[in-house]
């Protein structure tokens, strides 16, 4: 069966600190993979997604971005964090071009 | 445009009866797919049903079931014999295509269970 890791699962950093965010899915092959946003009580942003190895397509221009350097592994950064990129950030994937299986998140808080 | 729009922002219900969740959709696509989320206060986003448009039939999981009305673009979510479990954010999604395989969200709706 199919399993998706993201971690770490919590992570308070100072503004201006970098950030590296980690997802990776098991028992499946050339995974669509998708990063979310969701702020507090909202809906849910579509930051990055991508369809294959270093293929990466960005949903909303900002101090974020996102690579795939392996299949199964995608991963979100920034260089510099800003306090509105506090929120929930969710991993998915997909194998059908249609239905998305979500990670556990990880809760950002930039102080 | 293709859109969702859930114009519920709360609900409540008490245990053990029935509550209709709705979601609207807009797409000028014959072939897609249209799901319900979970995403009870731990916030891992859970699939609860999926809908495929080319089924006249609608889709049901144990007390979950839709009502899937294509001409009106309409697809409600019923829960059955509401559980304190239930208690959660219901995202309303749709896929209209594309090999990226994207999906539209409304903003969702935060469900009581009370007890």
């Known amino acids: 069966s199919q399993t998706i890791h993201q971690w770490p699962a919590t992570l308070v950093q100072p503004v201006g600190s970098p950030l590296s965010l980690e997802c990776t899915v098991e028992?499946?092959?050339?995974?669509?993979l998708y990063w979310y946003r969701q702020a507090a009580g909202r809906g849910l942003q579509l930051l990055f997604y991508?369809?294959?190895?270093?293929?990466i397509s960005s949903e909303v221009p900002q101090n974020l971005s996102a690579s795939r350097p392996q299949d199964r592994q995608f991963i979100l950064s920034s260089k510099k964090l800003l306090l509105s990129d506090s929120g929930f950030y969710l991993c998915?994937?997909?194998?059908?071009?249609?239905?998305?299986?979500f990670g556990p998140g990880t809760r950002l808080t930039v102080l | 445009a293709q859109t969702v729009t859930q114009s519920q922002p709360e609900m409540s219900v008490q245990e053990a009866e029935t509550v209709t969740l709705s979601c609207t959709y807009d797409t000028s696509e014959n072939n897609y797919y249209l799901f319900w989320y979970k995403q009870p206060p731990s916030r891992q986003m859970i699939l609860v049903i999926r809908?495929?448009?080319?089924?006249?039939q609608n889709a049901t999981e144990n007390r979950f079931s839709v009502n899937f009305q294509k001409a009106a673009k309409s697809f409600s979510l019923k829960i059955s014999d509401s559980q304190l479990g239930d208690t959660a954010m219901y995202f309303c999604?749709?896929?209209?295509?594309?090999?990226?395989?994207?999906?539209?969200f409304g903003k969702g709706t935060k469900l009581s269970v009370k007890p």
């Open positions: 998915a994937w997909s194998a059908a071009y249609n239905e998305q299986f």
């Open positions: 809908q495929e448009a080319y089924k006249q």
């Open positions: 991508s369809v294959g190895i270093g293929q």
């Open positions: 028992g499946t092959s050339n995974p669509n």
């Open positions: 999604a749709g896929y209209y295509g594309g090999s990226q395989g994207n999906l539209i």
